[in-house]
């Protein structure tokens, strides 16, 4: 479990690794965001603005089959922002 | 031979040497149509100028470099072997990355600190900001990977050319399946 900077949310990985799970208060999940399609998420990676996951894909992209995504909490879904080694 | 033949031969053959030492010095002054703007860039054209054939392909590749971040270098041809059970290999994984959870990517060579990941495995902070511990892993069943050498890379933000040259495999399996193939050996931290 992490707080995102942007949002102040509490976050957490799924257990299935399939999703981004959004903790209320008292830690319980009041809501998710869901991978990408092809993605399992790995583990996030805090920065001091905004916060990341690594997705592991099935297939690779430019070359790449792990990227960041960074999680927008406010419009509920994870961007594509670089790839990930 | 009369002395003044002798002297006229001593002639031509200074000026030739000289004219062909000119020549030389001439064609390995880079023309300024690539000045490096940074100490990255810098080091990049100081290790890597050599190879092509005029400033302009240096600079070009350089900007490709920048641009598309291949983890091989130029000259690599992808190289798909079949890495056999009992074959050990390392890998650095970040804060919160579970040893179950690997990358992509792994290297035979030994991971002694974070400097020889960033440098000789040239992993930019783009790609793995922190790194916290070395899992080596076997390989338990046959995997496919490319395998190869460390292509250079640079890593902007942190102005900073990183050489590579290291070992370095890519695994050519859905991520999901990696584990599937691999056993956690040992996980140690480095700095």
């Known amino acids: ?85 | 031979m009369s002395i003044w033949r002798r002297w006229a031969l001593a002639f031509v053959i200074t000026i030739s040497a000289l004219l062909g030492t000119g020549t030389a010095a001439q064609a390995q002054t880079p023309v300024a149509v690539a000045a490096p703007a940074s100490a990255a860039h810098a080091a990049w054209w100081a290790d890597q100028r050599w190879r092509y054939a005029s400033d302009e392909a240096a600079e070009a590749a350089y900007l490709a470099l920048v641009a598309r971040q291949s983890p091989w270098p130029e000259w690599h041809q992808s190289n798909l072997v079949v890495l056999s059970a009992g074959l050990r290999f390392q890998m650095a994984i970040a804060p919160g990355q579970p040893a179950d959870q690997p990358g992509g990517f792994g290297t035979f060579d030994r991971i002694p600190s974070v400097d020889y990941v960033r440098l000789s495995l040239a992993v930019k902070s783009a790609w793995k900001p922190a790194i916290d511990r070395v899992v080596t892993y076997e390989i338990t069943s046959p995997l496919i990977a490319d395998v190869g050498t460390v292509g250079p890379q640079i890593d902007g933000p942190a102005d900073r050319y990183l050489p590579g040259g290291g070992s370095q495999f890519q695994m050519m399996m859905p991520a999901p399946e990696r584990m599937q193939h691999l056993r956690v050996i040992e996980v140690r931290p480095i700095q």
């Open chain 1, 1 to 85: 479990m992490t707080r995102d900077p942007a949002s102040g949310r509490f976050v957490a990985i799924a257990p299935a690794r399939d999703a981004v799970l959004l903790l209320a208060g008292d830690g319980v999940a009041a809501g998710s965001i869901i991978a990408p399609p092809g993605y399992k998420l790995s583990h996030f990676v805090e920065e001091s603005a905004r916060l990341l996951v690594v997705g592991q894909g099935e297939a690779a992209i430019e070359g790449w089959p792990d990227w960041h995504f960074e999680v927008d909490v406010a419009n509920v879904c994870l961007v594509r922002a670089g790839p990930a080694y």
